[in-house]
């Protein structure tokens, strides 16, 4: 604590992101990324960019990326919010839509940047509790004093929400925003974003991080009614007109443009979780049913805190929190089918008695 800081820093509690090591032997299951890359036309699409107009500043409001999306989703442009990752457009849709109202309503196991920024922007919130098998009651979810925000499919957890349940809730908060984070949709059946032309309270949020493999390029968007958009861009252009730099905006445009390789990479993860998900289970492990490019499990012998240090003695970085509740899971994100070969063998080699039970059938 230093004298100089403002209530607002005092208040504070940052996220404290995934481990980033650079070792590029490190088998990295821990922050949800994807590993085959982006679509070779987002890599065209920055390098002629880079050749020609670094020394102008660009679109403010990223028309044509906005266009693109917009087109992708059957919606005009001014359906579309782009920010500087989905995180910078959550921060917004805080301070847009949910100061000044009231408790905001949350699942308890979630995103864990929800408190982090009701904190900053100094928002009342509940944390709703999940069901034992952690799935999400939408009724606990309805006329939510200051407004409701959720993952679907849910962060951590994987459990996906379906559409009929989203309805509900935005149905039954007809004053107030609800916000559905689609950070991991890709890999799910099917988005909400359909819906915000019945439903202006409704927002969705989502990223080029996971499925289009752009964690490093920072760039995300929201989906909702033109009234809510135009908020954002308020918040937008009162703290830093240009979020989105040229480079991004190039790549984001080829990326969302190249719906054959979004489809490709993501059906391969898909593939990948439903192949490793039966061989954990014969393993021992309890795997909830993911709709995401994450599995979340716990062994139900050894514990998740020992084992998470045993594969990062192997090399190998996953996700362990220490929440009660979800202390003795693991989150481990899906790679590549190697990758997850690797991550098997690694399970072998510190649970023995795991491999057993295989034999045992
Ligand atoms: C990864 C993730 C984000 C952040 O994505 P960026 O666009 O990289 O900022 C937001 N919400 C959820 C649920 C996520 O998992």
Do not use: C
Not at 13 to 28: F, S
Not at 33 to 62: D, F, M, W
Not at 257 to 283: N, V
């Amino acid at each position: 604590m230093n004298k100089f800081w403002s209530e607002t820093v005092k208040r504070t509690e940052p996220y404290v992101p995934g481990e980033q090591l650079d070792d590029p032997d490190i088998i990295k299951l821990n922050t949800n990324e994807n590993p085959y890359g982006p679509s070779s036309q987002v890599t065209e699409a920055i390098q002629s960019e880079l050749t020609r107009k670094l020394h102008l500043y660009p679109q403010s409001n990223a028309e044509e990326l906005r266009h693109e999306i917009g087109h992708y989703y059957d919606l005009d442009k001014d359906h579309i919010f782009i920010g500087n990752g989905s995180d910078e457009v959550l921060a917004f849709s805080f301070m847009a839509f949910f100061e000044q109202h009231g408790k905001i309503r949350f699942p308890a196991i979630t995103y864990s940047f929800y408190p982090v920024y009701a904190k900053l922007f100094n928002i009342p919130y509940e944390e709703v509790p999940l069901n034992r098998d952690f799935t999400i009651s939408p009724e606990q979810f309805f006329g939510a004093e200051g407004g409701v925000i959720m993952a679907n499919p849910n962060a951590l957890t994987g459990l996906y929400l379906n559409m009929e349940a989203i309805e509900e809730i935005a149905l039954n908060n007809p004053e107030r925003v609800l916000i559905i984070d689609e950070a991991y949709i890709d890999f799910a059946p099917v988005s909400a974003a359909s819906m915000v032309k019945r439903y202006p309270n409704l927002l969705i949020v989502q990223t080029m991080s996971k499925s289009r493999s752009l964690a490093g390029l920072r760039v995300g968007f929201a989906i909702g009614d033109p009234g809510l958009i135009e908020a954002l861009m308020r918040i937008k252009d009162s703290i830093n007109s240009y979020t989105i730099d040229r480079l991004a905006i190039a790549g984001a445009t080829a990326a969302i443009k190249d719906e054959d390789y979004l489809r490709e990479t993501t059906a391969k993860i898909i593939g990948t979780r439903e192949w490793i998900i039966p061989k954990l289970k014969k393993r021992g492990f309890h795997v909830l049913p993911s709709q995401a490019n994450f599995i979340f499990i716990s062994h139900y012998k050894e514990k998740a805190e020992p084992l998470y240090q045993a594969l990062k003695q192997l090399g190998i970085l996953v996700r362990h929190f220490q929440k009660t509740d979800i202390n003795n899971y693991l989150r481990i994100t899906i790679g590549t089918d190697e990758q997850m070969a690797h991550f098997l063998r690694a399970i072998d080699h510190i649970v023995p008695t795991s491999a057993v039970l295989i034999d045992q059938g």
